[in-house]
């Protein structure tokens, strides 16, 4: 398979990384543990995620998790790539630009996965949207945070419990396994920028695998003063953390 885009951010200021895996795997939880870990730390964090990024993309966002709404497949591959659009032209170039590490959840792979592998749209499509929407704006890490189906489906249950559900999260088990082996594809092919997580453990376990990962790609990006890169160079489990 080929990578989702074709040229990198590197050539940017600030560093992008993204969050990615199947809903209720812990993307969010894992993005707002590392952003405050990083604050904590002194780095400048911009947390942004796909759909609902910008003003545009939130409405976007509404309409595109309706449960409600019968949202024809064509359509849902279009908006997200309009959502994109927006984000990438409104929000990530410029924040990049700024020096910032932008953490995004999700981004392009998410189509590559869900409307490529899940939905079944032919890969030369897929690819050419993401193109078309990124500009070639390609994440400089990605972490693939692994979860089975039947796992993160525990996970979301208590979500459609308590109705706070959307269009996505009552798709099929089937849908979900493709869009997972689909990120599965997606990392064996780019596994400099993708890095998959086992998301079995506890959210303090996840985190800890993270930060392994995290703080010496920052320290190699010349992101992280004297004192940081010393720490990023500890073993695991002995830093400070200031996550719960
Ligand atoms: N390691 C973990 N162990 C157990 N529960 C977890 C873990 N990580 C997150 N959770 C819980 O699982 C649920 C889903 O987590 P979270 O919202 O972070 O997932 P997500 O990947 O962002 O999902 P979505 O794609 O639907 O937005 C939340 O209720 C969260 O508190
Ligand atoms: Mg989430």
């Known amino acids: 398979?080929?990578?989702?885009?074709?040229?990198?951010?590197?050539?940017?200021?600030?560093?992008?990384?993204?969050?990615?895996?199947?809903d209720g795997c812990g993307k969010s939880t894992q993005l707002r543990l590392l952003a405050s870990e990083l604050r904590v730390r002194g780095i400048t964090v911009v947390t942004t995620r796909e759909p609902g990024g910008t003003p545009l993309g939130q409405r976007l966002r509404a309409a595109?998790?309706?449960?409600?709404?019968?949202?024809?497949?064509?359509?849902?591959?279009?908006?997200?790539?309009?959502?994109?659009?927006?984000?990438?032209?409104?929000?990530?170039?410029?924040?990049?630009?700024?020096?910032q590490v932008v953490l995004s959840d999700r981004y392009a792979d998410a189509t590559v996965a869900y409307q490529g592998a899940g939905r079944g749209f032919?890969?030369?499509?897929?690819?050419?949207?993401?193109q078309?929407?990124?500009?070639g704006?390609?994440?400089?890490?990605?972490?693939?945070?692994?979860?089975?189906?039947?796992?993160?489906?525990?996970?979301?249950?208590?979500?459609?419990e308590s109705k706070r559900t959307d269009r996505l999260d009552i798709e099929d088990a089937e849908f979900h396994t493709r869009v997972r082996n689909g990120y599965v594809e997606i990392a064996k092919a780019?596994?400099?920028?993708?890095?998959?997580?086992d998301a079995r453990g506890s959210v303090q376990?996840?985190?800890?695998?993270?930060m392994d990962i995290v703080m010496p790609f920052l320290e190699d990006r010349g992101l992280l003063g004297a004192?940081?890169?010393?720490?990023?160079?500890?073993?695991?489990?002995?830093?400070?953390?200031?996550?719960?």
């Not at 032919?122 to 050419?128: G, R, S």
């Not at 078309?132 to 500009?135: K, R």
């Not at 796992?151 to 979500?159: D, G, L, N, P």
């Not at 780019?190 to 997580?197: F, L, N, S, T």
């Open 227 to 244: 004192e940081q890169s010393a720490k990023s160079k500890a073993p695991r489990g002995k830093r400070e953390s200031s996550a719960n």
């Open 137 to 160: 704006l390609r994440p400089d890490l990605t972490l693939l945070f692994d979860l089975s189906v039947a796992e993160s489906a525990v996970r979301t249950r208590r979500r459609i």
């Open 1 to 22: 398979m080929n990578p989702t885009c074709t040229t990198s951010s590197n050539n940017m200021a600030g560093a992008f990384i993204t969050f990615e895996g199947i």
């Open 64 to 99: 595109l998790l309706d449960v409600q709404e019968q949202v024809d497949p064509l359509a849902e591959l279009l908006v997200f790539a309009a959502d994109r659009a927006q984000h990438v032209r409104k929000h990530l170039r410029p924040s990049l630009a700024a020096n």
């Open 190 to 197: 780019e596994p400099a920028r993708i890095k998959v997580i």
């Open 205 to 210: 376990e996840t985190h800890l695998a993270v």
């Open 132 to 135: 078309l929407a990124t500009e």
């Open 122 to 130: 032919a890969p030369e499509l897929i690819q050419e949207i993401v």
